[in-house]
């Protein structure tokens, strides 16, 4: 086997999207990350750069809802305090684009056994996808009414629970690290004509510092994270499953958010060709937030909904070099997902 090649290219495929949950308060936090399943030869080397652009709008308080306190255009602008949300259960108010730089390097240690190290770059802004995205939801008849009580291009950051604020920001920030993520993957069996293939990923979020000042906190916990997760795929015909299931611990200070979620992703890999690719995939996965009271307002129960995103897109990949193009689309309205992310990512291998 020639260093750098997926083993078991049959059943393995070219593999999902790697893309991760993008939502801007799950940021600082490990979150599972679809992959290939196949591991690379002993010896090979892949480097991947994808860069991603998420834009995210959520109002726990909209006008458009029965709820009280209200925020609408003019509270924004004179800036928003705790008061601005109820005094029970949590709030949000996000309206926040994303760009994330990430850089994927994968070693294969042995022909079953591959070493992985995530890392990323956030910045966060107003961006200028808002009249793109509002236009095509009018186009489809699926327009989200709180948008129209927003002001364009701006960028707020505001989550509150019980009467505290969590997060609390207007200022932009650039280029932002997260903290690295260590992988192994550890093939247990290419499959055959009847069986899948199978893999175990393990995760460990490694924290750069323990106490993250602002605005670094907005994309690192300053603690360490692990999960696991197992990668299934079978080939039939032209097209391979995916089915990939994971299980994260966070460690999250005070009692504010989940401290385990669960992963799960199913793919369809339609093979045009050995080394062309389209890719439907659907992820879902528990919320961040903790789930409400019996009692509790309804923007609570959405929040602490699970969420699912549809994720579609292209992607080649050749004897040395390969390329992504896809978006990511919020597909149960929760208020906890982001609204679309459009990515694409450049990789080599040798």
């Known amino acids: 086997m020639a260093p750098g090649v997926a083993r078991a290219a049959d059943n393995s495929g070219l593999g999902p999207f790697s893309v991760r949950n993008q939502f801007p308060l799950s940021l600082p936090y490990l979150s599972f990350l679809p992959e290939v399943p196949g591991t690379l030869g002993a010896g090979g080397v892949r480097a991947a750069y994808q860069?991603?652009?998420?834009?995210?709008?959520?109002?726990?308080?909209?006008?458009?809802?029965?709820?009280?306190?209200?925020?609408?255009?003019?509270?924004?602008?004179?800036?928003?305090?705790?008061?601005?949300?109820?005094?029970?259960?949590?709030?949000?108010?996000?309206?926040?684009?994303?760009?994330?730089?990430?850089?994927?390097?994968?070693?294969?240690?042995?022909?079953?056994?591959?070493?992985?190290?995530?890392?990323a770059w956030v910045t966060f802004g107003g961006g200028g996808l808002d009249s793109m995205i509002e236009s095509v939801e009018m186009s489809v008849g699926g327009f989200n009414e709180d948008r129209s009580h927003a002001a364009?291009?701006?960028?707020?950051?505001?989550?509150?629970?019980?009467?505290?604020?969590?997060?609390?920001?207007s200022e932009p920030a650039t280029a932002l690290p997260q903290d690295p993520v260590l992988n192994l993957k550890w093939n247990w069996g290419e499959g055959g004509e009847l069986l899948p293939l199978v893999t175990l990923k393990l995760s460990y979020k490694v924290p750069l510092e323990s106490d993250p000042s602002r605005?670094?906190?907005?994309?690192?916990?300053?603690?360490?994270?692990?999960?696991?997760?197992?990668?299934?795929?079978?080939?039939?015909?032209?097209?391979?499953?995916?089915?990939?299931?994971?299980?994260?611990?966070?460690?999250?200070?005070?009692?504010?958010?989940?401290?385990?979620?669960?992963?799960?992703?199913?793919?369809?890999?339609?093979?045009?060709?050995?080394?062309?690719?389209?890719?439907?995939?659907?992820?879902?996965?528990?919320?961040?937030?903790?789930?409400?009271?019996?009692?509790?307002?309804?923007?609570?129960?959405?929040l602490s909904r699970p969420t699912d995103a549809l994720t579609a897109g292209y992607r080649f990949q050749g004897s040395s070099v390969g390329f992504d193009l896809g978006f990511v689309e919020d597909l149960n309205q929760n208020q906890n997902e982001t609204d679309i992310i459009l990515f694409t990512e450049l990789s080599w291998q040798w």
Do not use: C
Request: glycine residues 8%; proline residues 2%; hydrophobic residues 45%.
């Open 215 to 302: 605005p670094r906190n907005l994309v690192s916990s300053g603690r360490a994270d692990y999960g696991y997760a197992l990668l299934a795929a079978k080939q039939i015909g032209s097209v391979v499953a995916h089915l990939q299931i994971g299980h994260n611990h966070l460690d999250v200070a005070g009692n504010d958010y989940n401290t385990d979620l669960e992963f799960k992703l199913f793919a369809l890999e339609f093979r045009a060709a050995e080394h062309h690719s389209w890719l439907l995939q659907i992820m879902s996965q528990s919320s961040l937030f903790r789930s409400a009271a019996f009692n509790a307002r309804p923007g609570d129960f959405l």
């Open 152 to 169: 364009q291009d701006r960028f707020d950051m505001y989550l509150a629970r019980d009467g505290r604020l969590l997060v609390d920001t």
């Open 51 to 119: 860069y991603a652009i998420a834009n995210t709008f959520i109002n726990t308080q909209s006008p458009e809802r029965s709820t009280s306190p209200v925020i609408d255009e003019a509270t924004v602008a004179g800036g928003l305090t705790a008061a601005n949300f109820a005094a029970q259960g949590y709030g949000a108010y996000l309206d926040v684009e994303t760009v994330r730089h990430q850089l994927l390097l994968r070693y294969g240690l042995l022909d079953s056994v591959e070493l992985g190290l995530d890392l």
